[in-house]
Nanobody
Framework: QVQLVESGGGLAQPGGSLRLSCAAS????????MAWYRQTPGKQRELVAS???????TYQDSVKGRFTISRADARNAVFLEMNSLKAEDTAIYYC?????????????????????WGQGTQVTVSS
């Protein structure tokens, strides 16, 4: 089984910074895209930033220039550096990973692809 564990959320003042971390553990062959999503009450979960296996990032327009996504493949980890925080960044942040696993059926290996989610970490931006 695979688990994603997030850390780094908390309370920040407007204009402040926070750094989120997410590490995947378990039997993993490789990790394709990794991403951060966020969700506020009554709204759908939205993509904040994603990063490919090659390290190419994409960002939601509202966070461009303020947030930076990065990954450390040796640790199966993804990070989100959040600067110039605004009240509207307040949300629960979830990491997501597109993971390949080698599994055996009848003694034969097969590579299967799964989407995993972290448990979420609260980010609150308030003075």
């Amino acid at each position: 089984q695979v688990q994603l564990v997030e850390s780094g959320g908390g309370l920040a003042q407007p204009g402040g910074s926070l750094r989120l971390s997410c590490a995947a553990s378990g039997t993993i062959r490789s990790i394709n895209n990794m991403a951060w999503y966020r969700q506020t009450p009554g709204k759908q979960r939205e993509l904040v930033a994603s990063i490919t296996m090659a390290g190419s990032p994409t960002y939601q327009d509202s966070v461009k220039g303020r947030f930076t996504i990065s990954r450390a493949d040796a640790r199966n980890a993804v990070f989100l550096e959040m600067n110039s925080l605004k009240a509207e960044d307040t949300a629960i942040y979830y990491c997501n990973a597109d993971i390949l696993r080698t599994e055996y059926s009848g003694g034969r290996p097969r590579v299967n692809r799964y989407q995993y989610w972290g448990q979420g970490t609260q980010v609150t931006v308030s003075s």
